[in-house]
T-cell receptor, first 117, second 115 residues
Framework: GAVVSQHPSWVICKSGTSVKIECRSL??????MFWYRQFPKQSLMLMAT?????????EQGVEKDKFLINHASLTLSTLTVTSAHPEDSSFYIC?????????????FGNGTRLTVT | AQSVTQLGSHVSVSEGALVLLRCNYS??????LFWYVQYPNQGLQLLLK??????LVKGINGFEAEFKKSETSFHLTKPSAHMSDAAEYFC?????????????FGAGTRLFVKA
């Protein structure tokens, strides 16, 4: 149980275009979803926390107009990288949580590798 | 704010040898601690977690970790390494941030297993 599906697993796009990444909880309702960015051989950097039906909370230094997050339902959150540039190339990972965020583990998607040319 | 320190960005062991990955945390309140594993080009998978109760926690794939409050540590161990254990391991702690609770990750430790 507790499967999170992230799509696409990889995407290549041209500079200036936008890319949408989907994160779905397949067999549970996710009270909260998180979006992370991971640079090569580094830890996960939290970008934003997303709760269904409300605006996402962005971490300091993350541009909310560039990284648009929509949490349309308890099973779906999307991250749109707008006007992508090569420096946005990275590995993006979503996670979802069910229940008490303090004690419940995170369930991760398999990540999306974005390459902007 | 809470933080997590993983000692050693790389650990190399021989197959069959003991695995020890170190994690120390800073916290002013009882922590909720986690270990996750990440295989190449994949998301993270929960190995084990400590919330309350028994301080020795057993996880999947033969891993276990012991919460030691006096040492503010939560080291991950496995008695006998297997080649399939080669991966990146992240220690994590729950923290209260401006957006509510969130998980803070350590920098990660890459485990290499030699045949």
């Amino acid at each position: 149980g507790a499967v999170v599906s992230q799509h696409p697993s990889w995407v290549i796009c041209k500079s200036g275009t936008s890319v949408k990444i989907e994160c779905r909880s397949l067999d549970f309702q996710a009270t909260t979803m998180f979006w992370y960015r991971q640079f090569p051989k580094q830890s996960l950097m939290l970008m934003a926390t997303s709760n269904e039906g409300s605006k996402a909370t962005y971490e300091q230094g993350v541009e909310k107009d560039k990284f648009l997050i929509n949490h349309a339902s308890l099973t779906l959150s999307t991250l749109t990288v707008t006007s992508a540039h090569p420096e946005d190339s990275s590995f993006y990972i979503c996670s979802a949580i069910q229940g008490d965020v303090a004690v419940s583990p995170l369930h991760f998607g398999n990540g999306t590798r974005l390459t902007v040319t | 704010a809470q933080s997590v320190t993983q000692l050693g960005s790389h650990v190399s062991v021989s197959e069959g040898a003991l695995v020890l990955l170190r994690c120390n945390y800073s916290s002013s309140v009882p922590p909720y601690l986690f270990w996750y594993v990440q295989y190449p080009n994949q998301g993270l998978q929960l190995l084990l977690k400590y919330t309350t109760g028994a301080t020795l926690v057993k996880g999947i794939n033969g891993f276990e970790a012991e919460f030691k409050k006096s040492e503010t540590s939560f080291h991950l161990t496995k008695p006998s390494a297997h080649m399939s254990d080669a991966a990146e391991y992240f220690c994590a702690v729950s923290d209260i941030g401006t957006g509510g609770f969130k998980t803070i990750f350590g920098a990660g430790t890459r485990l290499f297993v030699k045949a």
